[in-house]
T-cell receptor, first 113, second 113 residues
Framework: AQSVTQLDSHVSVSEGTPVLLRCNYS??????LFWYVQHPNKGLQLLLK??????LVKGINGFEAEFKKSETSFHLTKPSAHMSDAAEYFC???????????FGAGTRLTVKP | KAGVTQTPRYLIKTRGQQVTLSCSPI?????VSWYQQTPGQGLQFLFE???????NKGNFPGRFSGRQFSNSRSEMNVSTLELGDSALYLC????????????FGPGTRLTVL
């Protein structure tokens, strides 16, 4: 069965500095990979998804992620953090659909002024 | 296009009561999935409905049930509430069943006293 590990439970950056949120996955097949963001008391918003097309995936709000099969990683990056980026981020792997979506434990991003 | 809507946003119930949560998917989406989010267990899949039929079910007791109507709207019911049912319940919709992108609603925060 597939699984996902978010390597950091909490990341703190200063506004204007780069963001790196790390995610490793395990899958027997060619999975779909997603990054979602959750602001306090809100639902999950899709940032980007990988579905075996380009390995570098561009998402909303300046985020992007690179699929590296050899490293089984799907790290999320952003060149310059903004205060509004402070939220919880979830890496998700899926092979067949909603019933087998595996969510990471989440990484809480704090952005300092 | 309007996003996924969930009602009510907040609920307070006591042990032993039952509760019904409602979810309206994005127009044209035929698949609706439900998830439970708690600090301890993270995000867990409850069930998925497509064309008014439950297609997949997660590892939850029979107290958790749901249904989908012909307009794709879905309801989730929890009977005989327990303290541990306190959680954020998220609904997500997608165009089709299978490895398709899930779009999440804002959630219903259920507190069981």
């Amino acid at each position: 069965a597939q699984s996902v590990t978010q390597l950091d439970s909490h990341v703190s950056v200063s506004e204007g500095t780069p963001v790196l949120l790390r995610c490793n996955y395990s899958s027997s097949y060619s999975p779909s990979l997603f990054w979602y963001v959750q602001h306090p008391n809100k639902g999950l918003q899709l940032l980007l998804k990988y579905t075996s097309a380009a390995t570098l995936v561009k998402g909303i709000n300046g985020f992007e992620a690179e699929f590296k099969k050899s490293e089984t990683s799907f790290h999320l990056t952003k060149p310059s953090a903004h205060m509004s980026d402070a939220a919880e981020y979830f890496c998700v792997v899926s092979e067949r659909g909603a019933n087998d979506m595996r969510f990471g434990a989440g990484t809480r991003l704090t952005v300092k002024p | 296009k309007a996003g996924v809507t969930q009602t009510p946003r907040y609920l307070i119930k006591t042990r032993g009561q039952q509760v019904t949560l409602s979810c309206s998917p994005i127009s044209g989406h035929r698949s609706v999935s439900w998830y439970q989010q708690t600090p301890g267990q993270g995000l867990q899949f409850l069930f998925e409905y497509f064309s008014e039929t439950q297609r997949n079910k997660g590892n939850f007791p029979g107290r958790f049930s749901g249904r989908q109507f012909s307009n794709s709207r879905s309801e989730m019911n929890v009977s005989t509430l327990e303290l541990g049912d306190s959680a954020l319940y998220l609904c997500a919709s997608s165009l089709e069943i299978g490895p398709d992108t899930q779009y999440f609603g804002p959630g219903t925060r259920l507190t069981v006293l």
